[in-house]
């Protein structure tokens, strides 16, 4: 498997515009997590996924940002409108059925809001 | 609330050295413990999985240890190198805390030759 594929790899915006991050999970994974990670504030949990279903979306920051996953393969984090203080990392992650086994990131996306 | 906090924030050794990651939790509570990696501009690489009934785990030159009661986990890299350096970052998931992990704030380990 070629591992958790994110894209863009980068991606520079406008402020206001509107930002559309992907992500395609490890074949057979039943997780799949989306993570933001800035120099203040580490890596933080945005929102997670079992089976395509939406589980925990409490570190979602804003009604700015908005995710789904409309199939096992594909997922979706939208920032609408962006604003420079959303300029980050944003990474992809997923794992198998099970809590005892390993999560696997992506290259993750570098988001700048100019 | 689960926090996570590593120490040293940043680690310089020479080429050789053996040393100690720590990583320590504030809820005992947790399922099990990762331990990552990540390199500059890249992404988080998976180097140990440690459940919580276990003590320890080994890959390698890495060898983890969980003490769960006290709140700790330490890596230990054995025969440091430079291709060692990067953010070394550990991980837990939480008892009753679905699926997700907490981050630590990472160390930043630096072996020069």
């Known amino acids: 498997d070629a591992g958790v594929i994110q894209s863009p790899r980068h991606e520079v915006t406008e402020m206001g515009q509107e930002v559309t991050l992907r992500c395609k999970p490890i074949?057979?994974?039943?997780?799949l997590f989306w993570y933001r990670q800035t120099m203040m504030r580490g890596l933080e949990l945005l929102i997670y996924f079992n089976n395509n279903v939406p589980i925990d979306d409490s570190g979602m920051p804003e009604d700015r940002f908005s995710a789904k996953m409309p199939n096992a393969s594909f997922s979706t984090l939208k920032i609408q409108p962006s604003e420079p203080r959303d300029s980050a990392v944003y990474f992809c992650?997923?794992?198998?059925?099970?809590?005892?086994?390993?999560?696997?990131f992506g290259q993750g996306t570098r988001l700048t809001v100019v | 609330k689960q926090e996570v906090t590593q120490i040293p924030a940043a680690l310089s050794v020479p080429e050789g050295e053996n040393l100690v990651l720590n990583c320590s939790f504030t809820d005992s509570a947790i399922y099990n413990l990762q331990w990552f990696r990540q390199d500059p501009g890249k992404g988080l690489t998976s180097l140990l999985l440690i459940q919580s009934s276990q003590r320890e785990q080994t890959s390698g030159r890495l060898n983890a240890s969980l003490d769960k009661s006290s709140g700790r986990s330490t890596l230990y890299i054995a025969a440091s190198q430079p291709g060692d350096s990067a953010t070394y970052l550990c991980?837990?998931?939480?008892?009753?805390?679905?699926?997700?992990?907490?981050f630590g704030t990472g160390t930043q380990l630096k072996v020069e030759l």
């Open positions: 992650a997923s794992s198998g059925a099970y809590r005892d086994t390993e999560a696997f």
């Open positions: 074949s057979g994974h039943d997780y």
């Open positions: 991980a837990v998931r939480r008892t009753g805390g679905g699926n997700k992990l907490t």
